[in-house]
């Protein structure tokens, strides 16, 4: 982080050429390459708060929103990054798209290339959708979320919020909280945060934790007071509604007891420990409004505006890449 | 499918299964049956009426039997017909093949076997036999017309993919064809566990995200089937055994002296959960892909002879349904061409004798089902295999004869050139060049 006002030049010189054609897995970057997209990130933060926020980069290109699941959140996050770097941006949704009509994953993806796109933004209920995707067409695929795989992007942004909040990641401990089997921003983060040096604990109860998690690089936990003691961030996932009432856990009520974050088990993180939420938030499931709103300790709303930092670097990084060619 | 001319196959590596020999031999082939068989390179003085075929030390053994091949028809035509199985079989030196119910309509009556085996007969390639659903509509519900269908030339009972959830279902199954003295296959996995699973339940499986089941699934159905077989006193069929685990009980069982075979499947005698890697869906099968110790495991039961039988589980699914994101395509693999050589790996690595190999796919099934093809003995049906067991090559999915191209072996290094297949005292393939 720099304290000088830091203006578009800067953020140009910092610019670089993204290491890969895709960006589908934490796994596509290493430890230099994600910290240089932080940091050309953290310029983009400075940029979007002033207010002239539209910039030329990725003039002349076009990106494509494919959201077959819903998504308010990642889907304006992107819509919004590309806007201010410039490029076109056409939203597709899975509603309008003809996979309604029965037409395949690929085939869409194959007529959408045919468009030309520069750069597609995909996000899909199965696991390993966006590395199909990117084996069929022309253009840089971003993995916007694949079913239980992976959210990369978001990993990013939370590993931003830390570095905001702490200014670093390397030696904090992160305890990761709630539904990790079938959340792909939980194994995005796992490969991030542990890449980046810092220690990451799960916390959950055995039903909704994904098999060999302890062989993961990571600590598995099914205590939550004592998965979060000592803590220095508690980042919290959502629990989708139809997995509780019987399936994976009893009920909400009992979810909440054990596993929802409150005050109370916030006492048990370190002093000064921050709370995260990916969203959208089920309140008084996962997470009690006392906590999530308290901007002394909650850094929910930096998330969402780190978000939008994050995607311009990756965006731009990815388009200094096909200016390359 | 009689062929006049009179044959000898001289200077070959024979591999007979039934005594277990292999070495070299000689073998004259007349209307359609093996005629002579001998243990040195040729016969000497041999009529000059008689076609001869040198095989320069070429393996000749009996050919393949295969007891678990789906086709599309009737009901799925553009995955594969009776005819482009015929053909991917005779190129996979296959002689013999047993199509499984699970068509559409299933053959769950005696009118769709003999619809089956009557296309197959017009054809006129390799043998092709039928096996019946053990319920109707393959659900598992209310019990198929088993002793119409064994009438009408079915070789065994099968709900194939489909375990039978309803123990009382399954043992009354049993019970019945057992009456029939006839053989009943049946997929052990528990489908609570499994429903929905498209991987095997690891550390892998959950980093890819992907919904998987527990291999524990495949051990408590089996060890319930084995369980329904000993009160019953019926024949059973483990149909694809992957895991040691699940080897364990079957072993007990064979000890307890019941009534039971199982086959493993070539792919999993081949691959593990890992060739998975990228969301690659030539490999989802069903069972999913085991570990590599589960695999080791079963390469060790077939060189011990506890796993008699291997399939190809030739299953094709096009394109269409299986260029799609891992949990939406179809499982499933062509195996039909690529039976032998995936074999024949497993002895280029030292770790099952030759003649073990083609055994559990000649004598081992033949003997299973009663037939008798899957031997070189004067009398036997002249279905034979001439192979060059070790020339390389590398496998193109895209030059299989299948209409489905979904191989697994795709890319991969193989070795073991099929140079002609007999059926019934014809040739039905021979390599060009």
Redo the contacts between chains.
């Keep these: 982080m720099t304290n000088q006002a830091v203006g578009i030049d800067d953020v140009r010189a910092r610019t670089y050429a993204f290491p890969a054609p895709h960006f589908i897995s934490i796994n596509d970057i290493n430890r230099p390459q994600a910290l240089r997209l932080l940091d050309l990130a953290e310029g983009f933060v400075d940029l979007n708060r002033k207010t002239a926020k539209k910039h030329d980069l990725l003039k002349g290109r076009t990106m494509m929103n494919l959201f077959f699941e819903n998504s308010t959140r990642t889907q304006s996050s992107f819509e919004l990054a590309g806007k201010r770097l410039g490029a076109d941006v056409v939203n597709m949704s899975a509603r309008q798209s003809s996979m309604a009509k029965g037409e395949t994953l690929i085939d869409t993806a194959v007529t959408l290339n045919a468009m030309r796109p520069d750069l597609l933004v995909v996000r899909h209920a199965s696991s390993g959708a966006a590395s199909l995707l990117a084996q069929k067409v022309g253009c840089s695929v971003i993995n916007a979320g694949d079913g239980q795989h992976e959210h990369p992007t978001q990993a990013l942004l939370d590993a931003l919020s830390i570095r905001y909040a702490f200014g670093k990641v390397e030696g904090l401990t992160v305890a990761i909280c709630g539904d990790v089997m079938h959340s792909r921003v939980a194994r995005s983060n796992v490969l991030l945060l542990t890449m980046l040096g810092a220690q990451v604990r799960l916390v959950g109860p055995p039903t909704l934790m994904p098999t060999g998690a302890d062989r993961w690089g990571v600590s598995v936990h099914h205590d939550m007071r004592k998965g979060i003691a000592g803590v220095d961030v508690v980042m919290m996932l959502r629990l989708q509604l139809e997995r509780m009432q019987g399936a994976l856990v009893p009920s909400t009520r009992e979810y909440f007891r054990f596993f929802g974050l409150d005050r109370e088990k916030l006492a048990s993180a370190a002093p000064g420990a921050k709370v995260m939420h990916p969203g959208p938030m089920n309140r008084g499931v996962e997470i009690d409004s006392d906590v999530a709103d308290d901007p002394l300790v909650s850094l929910i709303q930096n998330q969402v505006e780190m978000g939008v930092a994050v995607r311009m670097a990756l965006l731009a990084a990815l388009a200094a890449r096909l200016d390359e060619r | 499918m009689v062929a006049t001319q009179t044959t000898a196959f001289i200077n070959a590596r024979l591999v007979e299964p039934e005594s277990r020999y292999d070495g070299p031999g000689a073998l004259v082939v007349r209307e359609g049956v093996i005629a002579d068989v001998v243990k040195r390179p040729d016969f000497g003085n041999l009529s000059d009426q008689i076609r001869v075929i040198d095989c320069n030390g070429a393996m000749l053994a009996p050919g393949l039997i295969d007891i678990r091949v789906k086709t599309g028809e009737p009901g799925a035509e553009t995955k594969e017909t009776l005819k482009s199985a015929c053909r991917a079989a005779a190129a996979g030196g296959v002689t013999s093949i047993v199509i499984q119910p699970d068509t559409d309509p299933a053959a769950d009556d005696p009118a769709t076997i003999d619809f089956i085996l009557r296309r197959a007969r017009d054809i006129g390639l390799v043998h092709v036999y039928a096996a019946g659903a053990a319920t109707k509509g393959l659900e598992g519900q209310r019990m198929a017309e088993i002793g119409l269908m064994l009438e009408a030339g079915a070789q065994y009972i099968t709900d194939v993919d489909r375990p039978i959830v309803d123990s009382k279902v399954l043992r009354r199954v049993l019970s019945y064809a057992k009456g029939f003295g006839a053989l009943v296959a049946h997929r052990p996995a528990d489908p609570y566990l499994s429903d929905g699973a498209a991987a095997t ?12 089941a ?1 291999v524990v699934a495949e051990r408590i159905m089996l060890e319930r089937d084995l369980a329904l077989a000993e009160i019953t006193g019926a024949r059973l069929l483990v149909d694809q055994i992957t895991c040691a685990d699940a080897l364990e009980r079957l072993d007990r069982a064979r000890a307890k002296g019941l009534n039971v075979a199982a086959t493993a499947s070539i792919n999993h005698l081949s691959f593990n959960e890992l060739d998975i890697g ?2 690659r869906t030539f490999y989802k099968l069903t069972p999913p892909l085991r570990a590599e110790s589960d695999r080791q495991a079963l390469i060790d039961a077939l060189s011990a002879g506890l796993v008699e039988i291997v399939v190809s589980a030739h299953a094709p699914a096009p394109a ?1 349904d299986k ?6 395509a179809t499982p499933g693999a062509v195996g039909l061409e690529t039976l032998l050589a995936g074999l024949l790996a497993l002895h280029h690595e030292g770790r099952v004798s030759l003649v073990d190999l083609i055994r559990a796919a000649t004598y081992a099934p033949a003997n299973l089902l009663g037939l008798k093809a899957g031997r070189l003995t004067p009398g036997a049906p002249a279905d034979l295999v001439l192979c060059d067991v070790d020339a390389p090559y590398v496998l193109d999915a895209d030059s299989l004869l299948s209409k489905s191209k979904n191989s697994p072996f795709d890319g991969r290094r193989m070795q073991g050139q099929v140079l002609l297949t007999m059926a019934g005292g014809k040739v039905v393939h021979q390599a060009r060049d």
């Design positions: 339940e690891s550390e892998f499986a959950a980093r890819m995200g992907l919904p998987s527990p990228d969301y269409e260029r799609l994101p891992f949990d939406e």
